[in-house]
């Protein structure tokens, strides 16, 4: 199976600066990389697939970048909404596996 | 607007058996892949299985932890797939989310918590 390493596990930062999120994959994936955002209680939901397409209705301040093994998800001039947990995901067929999450909480 | 509802977890002994089930609506449901996700503290995300469309013949996937004890299935006519649960452990404890999705999940439903105590 593909391994998904994400990068750093929590992350303090203030609303309005910016912050990155990595992820490496065990193999080549190419661009089959998703990234979702899941607040406290909430389900996940979907910000980017295919490793740099925002999903509908994301804000233009996220953005993912990277192919290969190496990924990473930005997002500039952070909002107090911004706050929770960060997932990446293979999505390079079965078994479709996810990274351990990156925790982003307010400074 | 698209909606996944899941029901069916609860509490269930080592060894036994529960079936979730998950209806949608919002979107035409045959022309979409099914997955089950879940969620523990332990595990963090972990896909389970996925059901194709009928033009796939219905093929089926599922991880390996799972392989031979959980069966997915759908019934496009009720808009609903379910996930049959059979000698459950606890490590299959957590919550158990339907999603909407060929390969990266688009929706997911709210959840269905299952506990199998150890």
């Known amino acids: 199976d593909i391994q998904m390493t994400q990068s750093p596990a929590s992350l303090s930062a203030s609303v309005g600066e910016t912050v990155t999120i990595t992820c490496r994959a065990s193999e080549n994936i190419y661009s089959y990389l998703a990234w979702y955002q899941q607040k406290q209680g909430k389900s996940p939901q979907l910000l980017v697939y295919?490793?740099?397409t925002l999903a509908e209705g994301v804000p233009s301040r996220f953005s993912g970048s990277g192919s290969g093994t190496q990924f990473s998800l930005k997002i500039n001039s952070l909002q107090p909404e911004d706050f929770g947990s960060y997932y990446c995901?293979?999505?390079?067929?079965?078994?479709?596996?996810f990274g351990g999450g990156t925790k982003l909480e307010i400074k | 607007e698209v909606k996944l509802e899941e029901s069916g977890g609860g509490l269930v002994q080592p060894g036994g058996s529960m079936k979730l089930s998950c209806v949608a609506s919002g979107f035409t449901f045959s022309n979409y892949w099914m997955n089950w996700v879940r969620q523990s503290p332990e595990k963090g995300l972990e896909w389970v299985a996925e059901i194709r469309l009928k033009s796939n013949n219905y093929a089926t996937h599922y991880a390996e932890s799972v392989k031979g004890r959980f069966t997915i299935s759908r019934d496009d006519s009720k808009s609903s797939v379910y996930l049959q649960m059979n000698n459950l452990r606890a490590e299959d404890t957590g919550i158990y989310y339907c999603?909407?999705?060929?390969?990266?999940?688009?929706?997911w439903g709210q959840g269905t918590l299952v506990t199998v105590p150890a």
């Open positions: 295919n490793a740099k």
């Open positions: 995901q293979h999505h390079y067929g079965t078994p479709y596996t």
């Open positions: 999603t909407r999705g060929y390969d990266y999940f688009a929706y």
